[in-house]
């Protein structure tokens, strides 16, 4: 298992401003990955983070909203850039762990966008 | 495309017996997961299934029948704590988990 924290876990931004979210894991893991959660919805994976790599983004996802870092195999950061209220949600990361790629998740950070 | 399908919400009495269904349909097939989310937490794993049968742990049961795209998490002796969104995933041909909508599963006393 691994056990994974992230800051902040809660934020209240302005319109236009961005936020970088850290993600801090106990265990040097390959794969990590980030997620957002919008109320009442699944979970909508943003880009997948390989240390020693460029991260690898979904579709309707791209680095200059969503630069993300990825310096070393326990930390990685996700930067949510010139927000809008839209951005509103819940961001998670996550890091799979070998065997059956099963994956654990940080607590998550509740971005609310004024 | 690729696809995976669970009621949106079921509601259950507490002891009782509930299955929550999953179908899927993906590119490729590398195991399907169970999560557990409760309300403003992370998902935390339930259980995995690569191979066809039932996988018990305890109170909760995982089905699989890869030829059918179908799964279910069996929950039996319901508590009121377990009163969460259920999510499956799959996993594909890149490894990549595709994630279900979830069922928000309610307890009644």
């Known amino acids: 298992s691994a056990v994974i924290s992230q800051k902040p876990s809660r934020d209240i931004c302005q319109r236009g401003t961005s936020l970088t979210i850290q993600c801090q894991v106990d265990?040097?893991?390959?794969?990590m990955f980030w997620y957002r959660q919008q109320p009442g919805q699944s979970l909508t994976l943003i880009a997948t983070?390989?240390?020693?790599?460029?991260?690898?983004?979904e579709s309707g996802f791209v680095i200059d909203k969503f630069p993300i870092s990825r310096p070393n195999l326990t930390f990685s950061t996700l930067t949510v850039s010139n927000m809008s209220p839209e951005d509103s949600s819940i961001y998670l990361c996550?890091?799979?762990?070998?065997?059956?790629?099963?994956?654990?998740f940080g607590p998550g950070t509740r971005l609310t966008v004024l | 495309g690729q696809n995976i399908d669970q009621p949106t919400e079921m509601t259950a009495t507490e002891g009782a017996i509930v299955q929550i269904n999953c179908t899927y349909q993906?590119?490729?097939?590398?195991?399907l997961f169970w999560y557990q989310q409760h309300a403003g937490e992370a998902p935390t794993f339930l259980s995995y299934?690569?191979l066809d049968g039932l996988e018990e742990k305890g109170r909760f049961s995982s089905f699989l029948s890869r030829s059918k795209g179908y799964s279910y998490l069996l929950l039996k002796e319901l508590q009121m704590k377990d009163s969460a969104s259920y999510l499956c995933?799959?996993?594909?041909?890149?490894?990549?988990?595709?994630w279900g909508a979830g069922t928000k599963l309610i307890i009644k006393p």
């Open positions: 983070a390989n240390q020693g790599s460029e991260a690898t983004y």
């Open positions: 265990s040097q893991v390959t794969m």
């Open positions: 299934n690569v």
């Open positions: 993906t590119s490729g097939f590398n195991g």
């Open positions: 996550s890091v799979g762990v070998a065997d059956y790629n099963e994956q654990f």
């Open positions: 995933a799959v996993s594909d041909s890149n490894y990549q988990l595709i």
